[in-house]
């Protein structure tokens, strides 16, 4: 379900460009009263209750030449505010005729810091358990080699959440996300697009390895030679105060197979 | 004409003399540290496989993305496992340190660093609460958010006293944690520690300066008007931080809300049905079977999340409807924290929330908690503490939010 996900499938090319929050240096004087090496003797104590009375605060304060910097000051944080929202509003918005024309505008100051997307559950929640499966050839120090069966990693995930408060983002993100990772960046024949489309399968192939030898799939001293995934999609069951039915049959996707490194079967996944 | 430049001239001095929200920056500080602490803490034996040399997001596979899209992260500089620890720990600690308020505007700085460190290192590890944490990181340093609540403002009452008594205050850490941070900063630039855009490093730098300039400012200007100018300025960037942040909650809000106005489950109504099957999405499968059990309460729930969602940022213009979405939103996201485990999504989105509670109950419960404080620490043999002088609160208390 990408109801969750940060959506980073779209940094693709982007660079920064502007930092919004950071208009150019003399703006960028935050309030350091309260953790100021030393703080002037009489400034107005930060701690104290707002509202107390304090003489001579704020721009009355100044004299008309500092106003200027303080009022310059003013429209270049209101601009950065204004165009920041403005920005940040344009990218969670839908394709509409400003984006079509400035999404490049747009892409460079989002990317690679304020990206965000907030379609949590929308349009639709996801309606299908999908679970990523693997199975590897086992070369074992005989030389002979063996073919396990399809074991489901994302049931072991599942396994995993199961009565757990606090699931760790290995258990519930890491596969999960890699392999929406994985179908956001190859075509329907599977094949990769781009380097993302490369980093993918890298990606993906390395957390199936890591999973197997963890679970013991090897054996005592076997090493996976090659290894094939395959994606199940199940629809959940509509409710049973529902008059819908749907298929309960799953619904595979299946990889080619795809050799190991060397490196990556010891678990050497720098 | 007239009255309107009154009213613009007196939002100006509003905007400029203080820095307004004391207790909902602070309540935001203490909120996104303590999520941050906490998933730190919750995943510190996962920590190799999420973001270190464990990762099956491999260091050289972060580096190629991030050649393409110019993230920040320190875990580039070097892929040995000493560097990332330390990284980790930076980022421990200073999660730690902007929740007491030590050093605050500092320690949101190096808060937002290890967020941002971490996160960028394996950007698919995370999930929308980090997306939530990623962003209020870098808004919270623009920020006065340890004016209440904190260590600093703790520090800064008890020198005010001493100066009162015509003692002298000295502070030697602040320089000294001044001077450490800029020789880090000349080493990382200086060996291209920071493998990025430019845009961070640059606010790393100019936050640094500034740290600086308050200094000497504070210090050696003749005038005062030097030392409120940049007040003046922290008070500016403050209140633009605040509503920044504002407006990202009603955006993330407005967006969750219109799609699903879209989606033909929300439609008819089956919507909040769905998430409770999935296996990633349920440690308590009976648990979701229940709730889901009747028809019409789903149906219940799946319009009013829609309708609470969509109307949040309109009900900001009353705070009666607005104190009671907002008590509604909390409660959801606290549901929804045990219903989905997801428990980390839901406190950023808490703390998010809690940027809008009223002053009068902010202040309320930092009285429950000073009480809360004293019975503990006289249960533990000492006398007993004082109730916390309440000069603030004249108004009788009635229940709930009022402000």
Redesign the interface.
Known sequence: ?D????G?DA?????????P??PP?P?????????????????????A???SPEP????????PR?QI??AL??AV??V??CV??GM??LH?APSNTVTKTHGEAIDDWI?????????????????Q?I?VQVRAQIRTPDGSSRTTGWYDL??Q??RD??????????Q???L???WD?FTASHDSDNRAVG??GT?SE??LR??VV?RLERGGATGADGVVERVQVRSSSTN??P????TEKVSSQAVYRVLSWWSVLPGEAE?D?? | MNRFTLSVSAA??R??????G?YQSAMIRIGFSATWLLFLL??FI?RG??YG?????????AR??ID?????TLLLWS?GRGWFEAVYGLALLSSAALLV?W?????SVLFMVGV?SLQ?RS?????????VV??MA??L??T?C???W?L???R??R??EA?ARGERV??AV??V??GVLGFALVVLTATGGFH?????P??LW??W???G???V???RARS???????????????N??L??IM??AC??YA??GW??V?????QDG??????L?????????LLGDLL????TM?LLVTYGTVIVQVAFPFTLFNRRVKNVLLAVMMLEHAAIA?IL?????SLAMIATDAVFLPTSFLRRLGRWAARARARLFSREGRATVPEPRAP?NPRPSHVGFEA
């Not at chain 1, 409710?239 to 529902?242: A, F, G, I, L, M």
Request: proline share 8%.
């Open positions: 379900m109801a969750y996900d940060s980073s940094t693709q090319g982007a660079k920064a460009a502007q930092e929050q950071a240096a703006a960028v004087l935050p309030g350091m009263a309260v953790d100021s090496p030393a703080t002037p003797v009489d400034s107005p104590a930060p701690g209750p707002p509202g001579r605060t704020g721009v009355a304060a100044l004299s500092y910097g303080a000051a003013l944080v209101a950065a505010v920041h929202l940040v509003f969670v990317y690679p810091e304020f990206e965000q997307n907030w379609k949590l559950f929308a349009p639709n929640p996801l309606q358990n679970a994302s049931a995930d599942g959440i199961d009565g757990n408060p606090v699931p760790s983002h290995t519930q993100n890491e999960r996300r890699a990772f380097l993302r980093l890298t990606y390395r957390i890591l959940v069951d409710p049973d105060w529902s678990g996944v720098k | 100006i001095a905007v400029t003399e203080s820095a307004l004391p919750r995943e996962h496989e999420l040399p464990d990762s099956p997001w491999g260091w050289e596979l190629q993305l393409t899209n110019g993230a920040f892929d308020g050093r605050t505007r500092t320690m941002l960028n950007v698919f590890m995370g999930d929308g609460g980090d997306n990623h962003l870098i808004y340093v623009f006065r340890g004016r209440v904190s600093d403002a703790r800064e009452r020198a005010a100066r000295t502070d602040g320089p944690l001044w990025s855009a430019w845009t961070v640059a606010l100019a936050v300066s500034c740290l300039l308050w200094w400012v504070g210090r005062a008007e030097p030392r409120i100018l940049l007040d003046v300025i922290g008070n500016i960037l403050h633009s931080a509503v920044v407006a990202e955006l993330i967006t969750a799609y699903k879209q989606g033909s489950r929300w089956t919507a909040v049905y769905y998430p099957q999935l296996d990633y999405f349920s440690p308590w499968p889901t059990s009747s028809g789903v045990v485990g997801l428990p980390f999504f603030e």
